[in-house]
Each structure stands twice: as C-alpha cells, then as structure tokens.
C-alpha cells in the first residue's frame, strides 16, 4: 500500500511535495501494520484504506492530467477562473470531447484503488484466542517514530493543506468565492465610469461614427484560408477582403497573450495593463466620451457578462442556455446587429459582439450535416496522417474547420451590415479577432485550449474603415508586423477617434508610431513574424 501511495503521489508531484503528501499518506500504511483482532474492525479498515488511497490517487491523477494538458496547477488562476466559469452541461460536454485522456486517468486512480483492497485484507492481524501479541519492539519503535512524523506533519498548517481532501475543500471553496466576486461587480462599474468621465476622454471626429467590435472564441488563424489554409474556410472573407481592397486589413501575425477566454477579454479592455497601474476599462471610456455601447452576445458567460457586459449602456445576450457549450449558433446574433445599426438614438455607436466561434465542442458551432470536411481525404488529410495524428485528432480537425466554415458566414454578415449602414460618407469601422487560438493537432496529437503550444495562442485579426484613408499607406509593412491582442484596446480607441491622456501611440498597431514589442508566454515560439 505504501508503494501504491507513493506513486499516485509522484503522479501529481514532485520535489518537496512528494515527501510532504507520502507523511501526510502515513496514517493509513500505519495502521495496517497494526494488528487488529476484531474481523469487523479489519473489513472497515480496508474499506478506508481504499477510500484514502482513492483521495490519493484521484488527487495525483487529476494534477497530473492538468500539467500534462494545460501545464497547469489546480489552483492556478487559469483552473479556477475556468472551473468558476463552467457548469454541469458544460463539463460534460468536455468529458465528452477529453473522455479519453479522463478515462486513462480515472483507470489509473482506481487501479490504485483495486491494489489497495487487494492487499489491505491482509493487514496486521491479532489471534481472536489465546494472549494478545504485539509486533516486535523495533517494529513498534518504528511505527511510532513514522507516527510521530505524521503528527508533525499534521500539525502544520502549510503540509496540513496539502492533504487531498482539505486541498480539494479549499480549492472549491476559492471557485466559489471567485464566483461570487464576478456576481458582485456593480460598485466597482460605477466606480470605473465615474473614473472614465473624470479622464474626460474626447472624440476628434465630427459628425455620426459607427465602430463594431467582433470577438470570436478560439479561432486559430491557420485553419482560415484568408491567412492561406489548405481548406475553403472562409470563402465570404476572401470575398470580401478582394471588393474591399486597401481598406480592409488582414494582420497576418496576430497573437493572444492567454490562452483562455477570461484572461484575454481582461487585458482586451484594460489595454493589455497590470492591475497595479489600475487602468481604466475601454467601455467605459467609450462612454464617457459619448458613444452609445452596445453588447451583443451568443455567450451565456457570467464572468464575461459581469466583468465587462453590464458596462455597455445595451447588453442582449442572445444565448440563455447556460454554458459555453450551448448550441446556440452564432447566426442568432445578426437579427440584433441589424437593430443596433439602425438605431437612431445616437450618433456615435460602439457595438461589441461576442461570438462563440469555435469553442469546443466543435460540432455545435455549425448546423447538422453543414461538414464538407468529414471523411475528406485532401492535402490536410494527408498531412495529419504523415504527421502520426490520431483518428480521434483528425475527427476533430474536420468539425473544426467545419465550424470555422460556417463562423465565416457570421462574421461575413457582420462585415457586410456595417459596410451597409449609415450614409456613404459617415466613418464606420469594423476589427475582429479572437481571444485565444486552439491545438487540433497543429503542434501535437491533441484538440482543444492549449497553453502548452503555439497554437493556443494563433488568432486571426482583421479591421476594416471607410471612408478614411485606406491602409495602403503603411502596407505591406503594417499586415506584416506582428500584433498582440493584448494591445487591441489602443487601435480600438484609434477606430473610435477617441483621445484621452493615457495614449500610448506606440501600441496602436494602426499608427506611425507602433512599436512591437514580443510578449512573454509560457510556450517557446519560434517567431512573432510568421
């Protein structure tokens, strides 16, 4: 039993950590070698053995899956932001997607368990007759002194959180608290827009200006054939970027800075900023220079709709069902982009749009049968199989391009109603983006969010005006630079002709003065400029 523990622990662990989990594991080894006279003392005994091994083993496994998949710790802000942000439906739906790398890891944590019970009947065990016999005095001395270690362990509090049922207490203590938090976000708006008017951002345009904002979710620029994929993902886009010509830019070295959604809306619209400099969020200083904003959104998100939503002036958020893994497709939001473009209550509009993409689970971002990619065998094809993807991967890729085929009708709609609205000389602008890329075997045989490769962290942007001055001015060079979306709230300000006395000209990847500058990720890239 000692050798099972001691591996479920190195599973998850490793340096100190393992010696501090095998003491707080020792408890349960000692008994066994204690003998025990009454059978129904033993049968308990092995009943929590097995369940102590189980919080052991569960605990190791599940640590190890995270660093494994997300390099990651339980309690890391990425783990607790997502599981706080997540429901029943939604975990499932990702248990349908990873049940494989889940049923390894549950496999290993009852093999465990299953060992243990096999052995803890055999446990130290006393004559039911005759005088009652103790171990040996070394044997004893032993045990006592590995008892003692264990109350010493017990007895302080750093080791004492280690163990896997007050960490795991704890830990969902923190997701609810976190939850919480997100749920109390009033004050902290209103103090926000008061800060935003005392800013007292202004506009240097005259005259009615509409900017839209698009965010997708997990779209990765390779598997667009605007940035020059072996699939017809996006045909519209194409369409588009060839009737508009010089006046719609296609950044061709876009990158996130996270790899998660929360994360990345977060440094969005608080211009890629630490909290410690306190900055202000981009919605309300759109606000607080005279934009009406509006927030339409296919996310049923609470975070998202807390941190950010609820300071728009009109949120309609589209998608009620809750989880990131609703079906509610991302055509449901045009009807509603349609009615905030014809609105005439102001001059000035901000319109956000937030957009499921591609989000796993990969086959609700698209209608039934809408997979021209399913059972392809084509150069993607091959090239997956060349590269050892597996099956499972490939299925994957074919959804997601499938998904990415239809999101290219969305946001192609979304491109035309603004190219469409207002008068002919009345400024509009347009920028889309993703908050984070997405692995489906890019740089290895796995799908889904990827902290720990490249692909996590490859977005697609592009931005379209009228009438200003087309973009020819400063290409090819300027589609060439690298753009981090981080930095995205300094080119929006730019769109919306918004100056204030935080400028930091040289993150506007729109003006003269853009200065690149490469952001630090977990994950080695070999360059910014491809």
Known sequence: MAATLLAVIVLGHDGRRIAQLAVLALPMVLWLAWPVRSARVRRW?????????????????LRAYLLDTYQAAPDGAMVLSAAANTNARESGEYLQMHWRSALLWSG????????????????????NDGPRTRP?????????????????????????????????SQWAQSVHALRGLWADQERTRKQMLARAKAIAPVVERAG??????????????????????????????????????????????AWSVDATTVPALRNMFHFGLPESENPPHLIALARAAGYKVWWISNHDDLAIEQQHARYADVVD???????????????????????????????RKLIVVHLMGAHPHYSLRFPPDANPFDDNIDAVETGLVKNGRSAWVRHYRHEYDAALLYHDFVVSELLQQT?????????????????????????SDRAGHSPATASGYRIPTVIWRHPQTPFAGHAPQQSAQPFRADWAGWTLMNLLDIRWNG?????DVLGAGYRWEAPVLPVAVESFER
């Open 317 to 347: 958020m589209v998608n009620r069902t809750p989880g990131r893994a609703s079906a509610s497709l991302d055509g449901e939001i045009l009807d509603c982009m349609q009615e905030a473009l014809a609105d005439t209550s102001a001059e």
């Open 136 to 168: 040996p005095a070394w044997a004893t001395a032993l045990i006592a002194l590995l008892l003692l270690v264990a109350c010493v362990g017990y007895a302080s509090k750093p080791w004492r959180r280690l163990h896997p049922v007050a960490f795991w």
């Open 208 to 253: 009615p200006s509409t900017v839209v904002l698009v965010i997708t979710d997990s779209i990765n620029r390779d598997n667009m054939g605007l940035y020059g994929y072996g699939r017809p993902t996006t045909p519209r886009l194409l369409a588009h970027k060839a009737q508009a010509g010089a006046h719609m830019e296609v950044l061709r070295n």
């Open 503 to 507: 400028q930091r000209p040289e993150r």
């Open 45 to 61: 005994r092995t009943v929590l053995a097995c369940a102590w091994t189980l919080a052991f083993a569960f605990d190791g496994a």
């Open 108 to 127: 290993a944590a009852a093999a465990a368990a299953l060992l243990v019970a096999a052995f803890a009947r055999r446990g130290a065990t006393a004559a």
């Open 419 to 443: 190219r469409s609205a207002g008068l002919p000389q009345e400024h509009r602008a347009w920028m889309y983006l993703s908050d984070h890329g997405q692995e489906v075997g890019h740089g």
